[in-house]
T-cell receptor, first 114, second 107 residues
Framework: DGGITQSPKYLFRKEGQNVTLSCEQN?????MYWYRQDPGQGLRLIYY???????QKGDIAEGYSVSREKKESFPLTVTSAQKNPTAFYLC?????????????FGPGTRLTVT | KNEVEQSPQNLTAQEGEFITINCSYS?????LHWLQQHPGGGIVSLFM???GKKKHGRLIATINIQEKHSSLHITASHPRDSAVYIC?????????FGTGTSLTVIP
């Protein structure tokens, strides 16, 4: 079955540590996205990538980094510079990097930093 | 930046009721998306539309481009429809999301 996988589902880290969230898709989609969801707020875009080896900052990129070395994979690193990293992180993909294409979402990773 | 507003924020309905969720956005868009988020956090896409109306089962989505407004209707609501419904506007390469409408359908 085609889809998007994110791992792990729950992640706990100590403050000051970097952590990498995994996102893999087998839909052959060009575009991939990382969103952050906080209670009472809409999803906010962290980074997006329209093609391999290219990515763009979203509205809240500070304290995060990404790579897109393979079409299937778009890992997100939450660095120690991110002031409030505890949140629910969602990865998504679409056939092309334009809004006229449906987005497919992974199950999410809930990150807790103490 | 496209501001997206949804109403109501919370909605409780009796099973069988007709439900309407509204979404308004501030600037022109290439498409409007309706998403459903289940209690566990997973999100599925329900509709993508740029004009007119779409129907899938008991769900209907409409959009009025001139008024920058979209509605999601659920006919004959059922407890399994309980979820958060999210509206998202697509402008260029980016999506802007509403804060969601939390729907609870009581048997």
């Amino acid at each position: 079955d085609g889809g998007i996988t994110q791992s792990p589902k729950y992640l706990f880290r100590k403050e000051g540590q970097n952590v990498t969230l995994s996102c893999e898709q087998n839909l052959n989609h060009d575009a991939m996205y990382w969103y952050r969801q906080d209670p009472g707020q809409g999803l906010r875009l962290i980074y997006y990538s329209q093609i391999v080896n290219d990515f763009q900052k979203g509205d809240i990129a500070e304290g995060y980094s990404v790579s897109r070395e393979k079409k299937e994979s778009f890992p997100l690193t939450v660095t120690s510079a991110q002031k409030n990293p505890t949140a629910f992180y969602l990865c998504a993909s679409s056939k092309r990097g334009q809004g006229a294409y449906e987005q497919y979402f992974g199950p999410g990773t809930r990150l807790t930093v103490t | 930046k496209n501001e997206v507003e949804q109403s109501p924020q919370n909605l409780t309905a009796q099973e069988g009721e007709f439900i309407t969720i509204n979404c308004s956005y501030s600037v022109g868009i290439s498409a409007l998306h309706w998403l459903q988020q289940h209690p566990g956090g997973g999100i599925v896409s329900l509709f993508m539309l740029s004009s007119g109306k779409k129907k899938h089962g008991r769900l209907i989505a409409t959009i009025n481009i001139q008024e920058k407004h979209s509605s999601l209707h659920i006919t004959a609501s059922h407890p399994r429809d309980s979820a958060v419904y999210i509206c998202a506007s697509a402008t260029g390469n980016q999506f802007y999301f509403g804060t969601g409408t939390s729907l609870t359908v009581i048997p």
